[in-house]
């Protein structure tokens, strides 16, 4: 590995997955390249379909790739099997979307977070084990009682808090939130994220946080990277992106948040994308949000646009950034 | 809680209307009830549920009788006694005797351990090979459940009288072989049942976080996916029990299944047929406990799948 790269944590290299759907192929991530640093924040933004969740899965080998590589700490992820995977498996968690899904309603919490320790050896005994779940219920904010109980009797942002202990148990230094504070109510979100970014700075945590929340991302996010039709179009630090969007589709979403002064907002020029997301089973030719833009011209029907540094450590994919 | 604050409060509220909680609501939620795993909460749903457990008490001594039946008359059950003939029940003969001399008391729960052991037997078969199947159609998907599913579409296009008539034509009639024939076509339901059970949970998100941390396939089907899966493969196995025990009295009642001198109901049925208008005990005591126990089998097993499911509940 290259000195300039040495304080990647993650490398994600011309990463594919493409599903056979019926009718034809769908790129859910078109050659997607990136790197995530040791104890940084990057937030995925995008629109629903855009591949972002499918990315995450497909970075922590849940999915096969259908091309590229990911190195861990130096180590392709794709190119391990069996125990070996198994054990890169405890540095890299995930904490999901659905938190209604996510946790075995059979099992009791204790069960729930006992799974990791059991799969990687690493229970002791039944008292060391209880004692090491209590402790990571206090970790999430929960009580030692809480332990006997089961899901159902968990509102949304515990249950969330379940999940998050539960990926810490392997004690990982990457997780994937897969959109953890979308199906929350407004109160518990910011909860829930600031859990998430003390948990960060007490155990140096690395996050892929994947949300359409830009207003979140932005709280949470060192850098922020913005997925259309399967690839990245904006990748800048997060107040630069925010303070200097180049990509028109990145401008768009950010004319979409919400400003809380009612003479702002109603002056505001929000920039209203017209149509849908178009099929990734048939993305257009050249630039994929071509059929959406406001500024869209011949060259981008032709031409593919690259991702290019606009700024220093400011990437855009569109020829006129 | 703060009940003695009403009276500081500027409005027209009589404090003699309230009086101070002895435990306030917080008190109440953190002594809370003890919380009940999803098994237990099953268990008591059939618990309360009467016709069931009435449904369970009678097949409980039904199966009691079976076993210890026989042994409890002086007469066994394959001896005749011609100068017994059709006799009426009495302190002698309990249930009476056939045309044989046989004593119906023993034969009758000599039958009940046939249509048990076949049901049993049958409906487990059933379970094995189904739910073997279907998890393997619903967990690999693909071509694997396309190949699998091709051939249990087959298998269930075949009648399955002409499955038992060939199976016995080739290994001679007998309980066994009905059990065999019966499980050639009828593990097709349980496999589909599981394997759709089994689609529907694969893509949870529980089932991917165990991946995330390394489970391997052995472990999501055995901890994850079949255990979530209990609810409709039990209810399936119980109503198949019943389905189980009356195609082996049709059966045998049609000469295919279990023949003379085994008693069987669909035996006893059979015989007492020709004199039913003269000796109805003959007929009455095997029909009405067939009926019995399938009755009883069909509402234990309604009483199940509502545990299992309460949404179910009309």
């Known amino acids: ?321 | 809680m703060q009940t003695t604050n009403v009276e500081t409060n500027k409005g027209n509220i009589d404090p003699g209307k309230f009086a101070k909680l002895e435990k306030t609501p917080k008190d109440v939620v953190e002594s809370g009830s003890k919380s009940r795993s999803a098994g237990q909460e099953i268990l008591y749903r059939l618990y309360t549920n009467s016709w069931a457990m009435v449904s369970l008490g009678i097949l409980l001594v039904i199966v009691f009788f079976a076993i210890f039946g026989p042994s409890m008359s002086e007469h066994n059950f394959y001896s005749n006694n011609l100068d017994a003939q059709n006799l009426a029940p009495s302190g002698d003969y309990w249930f009476g005797t056939d045309s044989l001399g046989r004593d119906i008391w023993s034969r009758t729960w000599k039958g009940a351990q046939i249509s048990l052991t076949v049901g049993l037997v049958a409906a487990l078969a059933d379970l094995l090979i189904g739910v073997l199947m279907g998890g393997m159609m619903g967990y690999f998907g693909g071509k694997v459940d396309e190949i699998l599913n091709r051939f249990s579409e087959v298998l269930y296009a075949i009648p399955y009288l002409l499955v038992v008539i060939l199976v016995s034509v080739v290994l001679g009639s007998n309980m066994w072989t009905i059990i065999l024939a019966m499980t050639i076509t009828g593990w097709i339901n349980m496999s589909w049942i599981v394997r759709g059970q089994i689609m529907q949970l694969k893509n949870q998100e529980y089932v991917l976080a165990a991946r995330s941390m390394g489970a391997g396939g052995f472990h999501i089907v055995l901890r994850h996916l079949i255990p979530n899966s209990l609810g409709p493969i039990i209810v399936t196995l119980t109503l198949s029990v019943p389905s189980a025990i009356f195609a082996e009295a049709f059966l045998s009642f049609l000469g295919l299944g279990v023949q003379s001198p085994a008693a069987s109901w669909g035996v006893m049925i059979n015989d007492a047929m020709k004199t039913w208008k003269y000796f109805p005990w003959q007929l009455l005591f095997p029909a009405g406990l067939l009926t019995i126990t399938m009755l009883a089998f069909n509402i234990f097993g309604d009483g199940l799948r509502d545990a299992f499911d309460p949404k179910m509940k009309v």
């Open chain 1, 1 to 321: 590995m290259s000195k300039s790269k040495s304080d990647a944590l993650i490398q994600i290299d011309g990463l594919k997955k493409y599903f056979n759907v019926g009718g034809g192929t769908l790129k859910a991530v078109n050659d997607l390249s990136l790197s995530i640093r040791q104890g940084e924040t990057l937030g995925v933004v995008g629109e629903s379909g855009c591949g972002k969740s499918t990315a995450g899965r497909t970075i922590l080998r849940l999915y096969e790739p259908t091309a590229g590589s990911v190195l861990f700490n130096g180590e392709d992820i794709y190119k391990m099997n069996g125990s070996k995977l198994k054990a890169a498996r405890r540095n890299m968690q995930m904490v999901f979307q659905d938190p209604y899904a996510s946790l075995n309603p059979r099992w009791s919490v204790e069960s729930i977070i006992a799974e990791p320790f059991k799969l990687h050896n690493l229970a002791g005994s039944r008292k060391e084990l209880r004692y090491k779940i209590e402790q990571l219920l206090d970790v999430v904010g929960l009580k030692p009682e809480h332990a006997d109980r089961y899901p159902h009797e968990f509102s949304g942002g515990q249950r969330q808090r379940i999940g998050i202990a539960r990926a810490l148990a392997v004690d990982p230094s990457f997780i994937v939130c897969d959109e953890p504070i979308s199906a929350l109510d407004v109160s518990i979100q910011a909860q829930v994220v600031n859990l998430l970014k003390d948990l960060q700075r007490d155990k140096g945590l690395t996050y892929m946080f994947i949300a359409h929340d830009l207003a979140m991302v932005k709280h949470i996010s060192d850098r922020v990277a913005v997925m259309y039709l399967g690839k990245m179009v904006e990748l800048a630090d997060a107040e630069e992106l925010y303070a200097d969007a180049r990509h028109p589709y990145t401008q768009a979403l950010l004319s979409s948040i919400p400003v809380p002064d009612p003479d702002v907002e109603a002056k505001k020029e929000r920039i209203v994308l017209k149509g849908d997301i178009p099929s990734p089973v048939n993305p257009p030719s050249g630039c994929p949000f071509r059929t959406r833009c406001p500024a869209a011209t011949e060259r981008c029907a032709s031409e593919v646009p690259e991702l290019r540094e606009v700024k220093p450590n400011h990437f855009a994919a569109c020829h006129y950034a």
